[in-house]
Nanobody
């Protein structure tokens, strides 16, 4: 089973940017679509972004569309989430996960091989 490790989180001011990484090990992820999710304290885990097997398509939650960009490199076995124009409501633990479902899945139940997450805090 693939292991996923997120990194790149931190404290950033509103309007700032962060780039999260999700490094896969154990086997290649080229056969899977990848997703980013987040979970704020006291809230359910929610979908943020997805990226297809070869980098397309990408799909986003309405709350991050136009601000976040998901990408991947199958050569590096890595997925990224570029986050721009960050808002305090983006504060959460961010996770990556894998899926083999068709279409553009967005439910946490559709994904597996969850990483440990990386904390993103947007505050002045």
């Amino acid at each position: 089973q693939v292991q996923l490790l997120e990194s790149g989180g931190g404290l950033v001011q509103p309007g700032g940017s962060l780039k999260l990484s999700c490094a896969a090990s154990g086997r290649a992820i080229s056969g899977e679509k990848m997703g980013w999710f987040r979970q704020a304290p006291g809230k359910e885990r929610e979908f943020v972004a997805g990226v297809g097997r070869n980098g397309t398509p990408t799909w986003y939650a309405n709350s991050v569309k136009g601000r976040f960009t998901a990408s991947r490199s199958n050569l590096k076995n890595t997925v990224w989430l570029q986050m721009d124009s960050l808002k305090p409501e983006d504060t959460a633990v961010y996770y990556c996960a894998a899926t083999r479902l068709v279409g553009t899945p967005s439910s946490p139940d559709d994904f597996y091989s969850w990483g440990q997450g990386t904390q993103v805090t947007v505050s002045s």
